[in-house]
């Protein structure tokens, strides 16, 4: 097994681009999440998803969408980049849905909003 | 809603000193507590986990006892090695918004082991 996947691992882009942070899990787990992490902050959670086609919004969703197609994929969208969204990003996914259990973490992407 | 307070560092060790980190948690009944490890430039790995009261969990060397008394869940390790220079989280279910879809974390603490 792969486990998380995140791709890019790095980006830098201006104020305004567009981007799309892809996550993958091939674990076959329902919930699947978004957070970003800054410094001091610990983890926030941006969005999560319990399952294809179903998702929410955590503690800081503004400026993020999210889709889920399929169990397997779980894209973070940021419709026009801003400064304050440079952070590392990481997506996590479990199996059980009735507690969280043991999240699995993918390796993040740094991205920097110039 | 579900909260919790870490210890923040950054903490400084010398080879085989022990740890203790710091972790006080407020929350709705009695949820499952963790403790996440992060080594650089990695993602966060689960470390280990209580599911109740008076539980222990353990790894690698590495404990934290679920103490409901004190709503405390810290963690420790008697001889720390270079290798678990990491950032530490301590998290539970939950978050202000209450939904137990989501896991609330501390801030982290950052280790640093010097040979």
């Known amino acids: 097994n792969a486990g998380v996947t995140q791709t890019p691992k790095f980006q830098v882009l201006k104020t305004g681009q567009s981007m799309t942070l892809q996550c993958a899990q091939d674990m076959n787990h329902e919930y699947m999440s978004w957070y970003r992490q800054d410094p001091g902050m610990g983890l926030r959670l941006i969005h999560y998803s319990v399952g294809a086609g179903i998702t929410d919004q955590g503690e800081v969703p503004n400026g993020y969408n999210v889709s889920r197609s399929t169990t397997e994929d779980f894209p973070l969208r940021l419709l026009s980049a801003a400064p304050s969204q440079t952070s590392v990003y990481f997506c996590?996914?479990?199996?059980?849905?009735?507690?969280?259990?043991?999240?699995?973490f993918g390796p993040g992407t740094r991205l920097t909003v110039l | 809603g579900n909260s919790v307070t870490q210890m923040e560092g950054p903490v400084t060790l010398s080879e085989e000193a022990f740890l203790t980190i710091n972790c006080t948690y407020t929350?709705?009944?009695?949820?499952?507590l963790f403790w996440y490890v992060q080594y650089p430039g990695e993602g966060l790995q689960l470390l280990l986990k209580a599911t109740k009261a008076d539980d222990k969990g353990s790894n690698k060397g590495f404990e934290a006892t679920y103490r409901k008394e004190t709503t405390s869940f810290h963690l420790e390790k008697g001889s720390v090695q270079v290798s678990d220079s990491a950032v530490y989280f301590c998290?539970?279910?939950?978050?202000?918004?209450?939904?137990?879809?989501?896991?609330?974390f501390g801030k982290g603490t950052l280790l640093t082991v010097n040979p």
């Open positions: 998290a539970l279910p939950g978050s202000s918004g209450g939904s137990n879809y989501k896991l609330t």
């Open positions: 996590a996914s479990s199996y059980r849905l009735d507690d969280i259990n043991e999240q699995f």
């Open positions: 929350a709705t009944g009695y949820p499952s």
